[in-house]
Nanobody, 122 residues
Framework: QLQLVESGGGLVQPGGSLRLSCAAI????????IGWFRQAPGKEREGVSC????????KHADSVKGRFTIFRDNAKNTVYLQMNSLKSEDTAIYYC???????????????WGQGTQVTVSS
């Protein structure tokens, strides 16, 4: 099976930073757009950031603009989400997903990772 694996989550204090990684197993990410989504307890999964297959276009939710950056390293078959100035409301399980383009909704993505927990707390 084709897989995506997230890593880099953990516990961080408010105002701190984390870098999440999304690595592909069994296929190359070169031809896929990669989106990051998050889901907090009791809430629906929401889109956070997305990067086009070329890396030339990026999108971010309003709640993370100016704080999060998405970028890719095709040589490492990995996409990253750099999260700065973290807030308690950023606490969630973060997932990466692959699709041909940056779709707006989760059902449009073909492949998903298992998620990595991000907890922002003092």
């Amino acid at each position: 099976q084709l897989q995506l694996v997230e890593s880099g989550g953990g516990l961080v204090q408010p105002g701190g930073s984390l870098r999440l990684s999304c690595a592909a197993i069994g296929f190359t990410l070169d031809y896929y757009a990669i989106g990051w989504f998050r889901q907090a307890p009791g809430k629906e999964r929401e889109g956070v950031s997305c990067i086009s297959s070329s890396g030339g276009d990026t999108k971010h939710a309003d709640s993370v603009k100016g704080r999060f950056t998405i970028f890719r390293d095709n040589a490492k078959n990995t996409v990253y989400l750099q999260m700065n100035s973290l807030k308690s409301e950023d606490t969630a399980i973060y997932y990466c997903a692959a699709a041909l383009v940056c779709f707006r909704s989760p059902p449009e993505y073909d492949y998903w990772g298992q998620g990595t927990q991000v907890t922002v707390s003092s």
